[in-house]
């Protein structure tokens, strides 16, 4: 018989219809018993009052897989108005009849974010786990989305370098048939290369950092929504088309998982880094904006422009990549910008050099990236771009305290299994 | 001026307009000069004629970037029957005036593989090269598009794993924190333990092979597209979905770049191994598929079936990884698949086991991939899946006779720049 999934029993009261999943609980109660069945789509109740049947599932272990045929009986009381009754269980797939390192039934997992990560094929399957990397599909399909509108184009660059340069991160190094070579911190180099190619790229995948920060922000692999566009004026341009994939992924989130997302301004409020200084109330000689500071920003949009975004502009040249293009006004300050969202920054971008011979001037090894910065050799046209860690963004739209608990198998200073 | 791409131009004609690109090409005739300017969309014939404007255009050189600002004007003789007269040119970047290795107007790239390879920012620039770059992405999307009409879940995977086992394939070692661990081979496990979570996933990313192999088929690095689902009958479920997907691919990459592609059936024909040894004229004891049998089976699709595509069924077990699930009727056999295209493998897929017990009565070491394995203790109905090597694909559908031809910055044995 064809399987249909949980969300879809309402539709069949009164048919018999057969059902699959996990045994996601038992409640043997003295007159009736109920198993709770787990599919991908949500949760199934079947009621159990023979006592073949009810011998049956006493003796199945949480997590069995189990098919289900049964009658689709309405009933107010139960999940969705609709219950499973006079069952057939059928045993697809059997799971060892020990206790599991925790429950999955409870409206939080109790065990520690240690266990679940030691257990992440067990702690994923609870829907608060689940759910945050259906926040993160979602995020990412937005983020596709709205850039293919406007003409991007997927590329696909690599992950193993050359050479151990860029934004100064530290990078983890590999031999390469017999020779060092590392993992790229960033597609940057790339993208910008691609932008040469088809004025508009983006892509999505994995980035690799060495820093051994343990911290709740931190991961040594993370995955990377990066876009980077041709013919821009200035880092403006860069933020329009970031404003319109923000509210591109978090308008996805909101139609895909019902997730209440905040509102994204059609034009979010932006402020010069001098400006953001005095804001904050730090001195005017700050060189970056510390936590409390950006905090305080996050307070200032939300009381004066009514938004959970803020973009700040202009950052020190002096503490921002070599690549970066400096304000033509005054080139102490750059042409970037962080974005940030509550508070927090949640992704930074601005506008590149573009000229070969002021990546001359200003790459601290121009020698060690001459196989890149040959490509701007060729002609380069004005140019920006910005990058989005995914696993940041789904903890900052679920507010969840530690990115670990939105990634599905961490990497970081402590862990490389499972 | 707003600026507008090559390809609408013929909606101008009449008006004023400003393009930006690359100087394509210039062709400095007696009374006439052409100024040819490529865009992401197309090329665009600028006619020069009077004296000032063609001195500024005999000073560019290849490549450099220009605004052009000029009016449309109706030619029958032109590239899409508009040219651009009375232009006014302005420099947005310029390239040095020195020749370029390689000419990018001609038809086809006159440098061989490896200057192309050594001058990537350049040479992708090429329509050939970009196209090729463009099917890829396109494919990508159709692959994501198919899968997630059918509730597929996108998911990310861990690049850097602690165990170098699985299907035998060579590893990159790389310094983790002090300790060694490897690039992963391919998202094989963390997909299948995904199934347990989403019943069906899928991923899109990098994948890393040291396979000292120095073919016009291998690369140390490619993008792999991955689909594992849950509660299949056996591999026959999976051979139906990824008919669907290769369908959504072909149909994409037409739809997007009007290259030609050819019709997916919708039963795409299957032989078992051993009627394809017969088929193939070869001795009924071969353990494998010789390149010369799978182009003697593409033959006898196209002859008998009028398909590109054939499906060659239940691969010998000993030829197959260790969590392939053998043919429930003869275990000699596997529920695995090859499905091959214009008589070569596309993909490589299968029924995978799905009982804990038996992972431990057939992996070489349980022990070193324990992390992994425990996932099956929790329960894990029958799946299976495939893997789709992107690059192959789009060098097989193009006609390529290397697989560094479509991709954009190959790693190799000897290449890890730029």
Same mark, same amino acid.
């Given at each position: 018989?064809?399987?249909?999934?949980?969300?879809?029993?309402?539709?069949?009261?009164?048919?018999?219809?057969?059902?699959?999943?996990?045994?996601?609980?038992?409640?043997?109660?003295?007159?009736?018993?109920?198993?709770?069945?787990?599919?991908?789509?949500?949760?199934?109740?079947?009621? !159990?009052?023979?006592?073949?049947?009810?011998?049956?599932?006493?003796?199945?272990?949480?997590?069995?897989?189990?098919?289900?045929?049964?009658?689709?009986?309405?009933?107010?009381?139960?999940?969705?108005?609709?219950?499973?009754?006079?069952?057939?269980?059928?045993?697809?797939?059997?799971?060892?009849?020990?206790?599991?390192?925790?429950?999955?039934?409870?409206?939080?997992?109790?065990?520690?974010?240690?266990?679940?990560?030691?257990?992440?094929?067990?702690?994923?399957?609870?829907?608060?786990?689940?759910?945050?990397?259906?926040?993160?599909?979602?995020?990412?399909?937005?983020?596709?989305?709205?850039?293919?509108?406007?003409?991007?184009?997927?590329?696909?660059?690599?992950?193993? !370098?050359?050479?151990?340069?860029?934004?100064?991160?530290?990078?983890?190094?590999?031999?390469?048939?017999?020779?060092?070579?590392?993992?790229?911190?960033?597609?940057?180099?790339?993208?910008?290369?691609?932008?040469?190619?088809?004025?508009?790229?983006? /892509? !999505?995948?994995?980035?690799?950092?060495?820093?051994?920060?343990?911290?709740?922000?931190?991961?040594?692999?993370?995955?990377?929504?990066?876009?980077?566009?041709?013919?821009?004026?200035?880092?403006?341009?860069?933020?329009? !088309?970031?404003?319109?994939?923000?509210?591109?992924?978090?308008?996805?989130?909101?139609?895909?998982?019902?997730?209440?997302?905040?509102?994204?301004?059609?034009?979010?409020?932006?402020?010069?880094?001098?400006?953001?200084?005095?804001?904050?109330?730090?001195?005017?000689?700050?060189?970056?904006?510390?936590?409390?500071?950006?905090?305080?920003?996050?307070?200032?949009?939300?009381?004066?422009?009514?938004?959970?975004?803020?973009?700040?502009?202009?950052? $020190?040249?002096?503490?921002?990549?070599?690549?970066?293009?400096?304000?033509?006004?005054?080139?102490?300050?750059?042409?970037?910008?962080?974005?940030?969202?509550?508070?927090?920054?949640?992704?930074?971008?601005?506008?590149?050099?573009?000229?070969?011979?002021?990546?001359?001037?200003?790459?601290?090894?121009?020698?060690?990236?001459?196989?890149?910065?040959?490509?701007?050799?060729?002609?380069?046209?004005?140019?920006?771009?910005?990058?989005?860690?995914?696993?940041?963004?789904?903890?900052?739209?679920? /507010?969840?305290?530690?990115?670990?608990?939105?990634?599905?198998? $961490?990497?970081?200073?402590?862990?490389?299994?499972?």
């Amino acid at each position: 018989m064809q399987r249909i999934l949980s969300t879809e029993l309402p539709a069949h009261v009164g048919t018999t219809v057969t059902i699959a999943g996990w045994v996601h609980r038992r409640r043997l109660l003295k007159s009736v018993a109920f198993l709770i069945v787990r599919d991908a789509a949500g949760l199934s109740q079947v009621v !159990v009052t023979e006592p073949g049947p009810r011998a049956a599932i006493e003796a199945l272990s949480e997590e069995t897989v189990v098919e289900v045929t049964a009658e689709v009986t309405a009933n107010a009381a139960a999940p969705a108005g609709v219950e499973l009754t006079t069952p057939s269980v059928r045993v697809l797939s059997s799971a060892p009849p020990v206790p599991l390192p925790f429950e999955l039934h409870r409206p939080a997992l109790g065990a520690g974010l240690a266990t679940q990560l030691d257990h992440a094929a067990l702690a994923l399957r609870h829907p608060t786990r689940a759910t945050a990397l259906r926040v993160a599909a979602a995020a990412a399909a937005g983020f596709r989305a709205t850039l293919e509108a406007q003409r991007f184009v997927e590329i696909h660059t690599p992950k193993i !370098v050359g050479t151990a340069t860029e934004s100064g991160a530290t990078v983890f190094t590999l031999d390469y048939f017999g020779r060092p070579a590392y993992l790229a911190q960033s597609p940057q180099f790339y993208k910008q290369l691609m932008v040469g190619v088809f004025e508009r790229v983006y /892509e !999505v995948g994995p980035v690799f950092r060495a820093e051994p920060h343990d911290t709740s922000r931190h991961l040594a692999q993370y995955t990377s929504l990066d876009a980077e566009l041709g013919f821009v004026t200035d880092h403006r341009d860069v933020m329009a !088309v970031l404003t319109t994939v923000v509210a591109g992924m978090t308008a996805t989130v909101a139609e895909r998982t019902g997730i209440a997302v905040p509102p994204v301004p059609s034009e979010i409020p932006a402020v010069h880094f001098s400006e953001a200084l005095r804001i904050a109330g730090a001195p005017a000689d700050e060189p970056d904006l510390a936590p409390a500071h950006e905090r305080a920003l996050g307070e200032w949009a939300r009381r004066e422009h009514g938004s959970d975004f803020v973009f700040v502009t202009g950052y $020190p040249m002096a503490k921002r990549p070599f690549y970066t293009h400096p304000q033509p006004s005054d080139p102490r300050w750059s042409n970037s910008f962080d974005l940030l969202f509550r508070g927090l920054e949640l992704t930074t971008g601005g506008q590149r050099l573009h000229r070969y011979e002021d990546y001359l001037a200003v790459a601290p090894d121009p020698g060690a990236i001459a196989g890149y910065l040959d490509g701007f050799k060729y002609g380069m046209p004005p140019h920006g771009g910005f990058a989005i860690g995914l696993e940041r963004f789904v903890a900052r739209l679920l /507010e969840a305290s530690n990115v670990r608990e939105v990634t599905a198998f $961490p990497r970081d200073l402590h862990r490389v299994t499972p």
